[in-house]
Antibody, heavy 120, light 109 residues
């Protein structure tokens, strides 16, 4: 069974930084692309970033490009999202997600989500 | 960036009815289009990928069609557990992005 357990969320001040992590289990981690998707309270889904299985290619939404960095450690089955220069617009539930294939693809499995609140 | 639109925003339906949801891309995404279902308080679930391929475990009453810019999700006979928000997502426009549509809420009439 695929399990995706996110950690690292919480309250941060505007302009601050936060690092989300996601511990994956139940599948061969390096064989799948991984993504972060967020959902602001009461709003729709917003794709944030994707990293292919090897870690060699990364993709970002325009709204986070230059501020967020996705990375993975295939030896530890862990996905990360470094977030900097946070604003209120970044307040959301952040989902760690497993893609359907090794390359960027639709999302087949979702973690429970980690709340990030940007507020003074 | 490829923009995705969905219509209608909300659909009120009775159980047993046939439901058709639309998704449109601002430029061609070929068949690189997925549909997800999200119920309140739950994570999304992949229903359809490749525009028409059902994901593992998805009932046959869900079907997808379309290519290029216009796509449809059809639920042949709506069940009580199908009341939810449905999102489409394109995954053709990389490295620029894999944008979601705004969603269609299917609620009880």
């Amino acid at each position: 069974e695929v399990q995706l357990l996110a950690s690292g969320g919480g309250l941060v001040q505007p302009g601050g930084s936060l690092r989300l992590s996601c511990a994956a289990s139940g599948f061969t981690f390096g064989n799948y692309a991984m993504s972060w998707v967020r959902q602001a309270p009461g709003k729709g889904l917003e794709w944030v970033s994707t990293i292919v299985g090897s870690g060699g290619s990364t993709y970002y939404a325009d709204s986070v490009k230059g501020r967020f960095t996705i990375s993975r450690d295939n030896s530890k089955n862990t996905l990360h999202l470094e977030m900097h220069s946070l604003t209120a617009a970044d307040t959301a539930l952040y989902f760690c997600a497993k893609d359907l294939t090794i390359a960027a693809a639709p999302i087949s499995d979702w973690g429970q989500g980690m709340l990030v609140t940007v507020s003074s | 960036e490829t923009m995705m639109t969905q219509s209608p925003a909300t659909l009120s339906v009775s159980p047993g009815e046939r439901v058709t949801l639309s998704c449109r891309a601002s430029q061609s995404v070929s068949i690189n289009l997925a549909w997800y279902q999200q119920k309140p308080g739950q994570v999304p679930r992949l229903l359809i990928y490749g525009a028409s391929t059902r994901a593992t475990g998805i009932p046959a009453r869900f079907s997808g069609s379309g290519s290029g810019t216009d796509f449809t999700l059809t639920i042949s006979s709506l069940q009580s557990e199908d009341f939810a928000v449905y999102y489409c997502q394109q995954y053709n426009n990389w490295p620029r992005g894999f944008t979601f549509g705004p969603g269609t809420k299917v609620d009880i009439k």
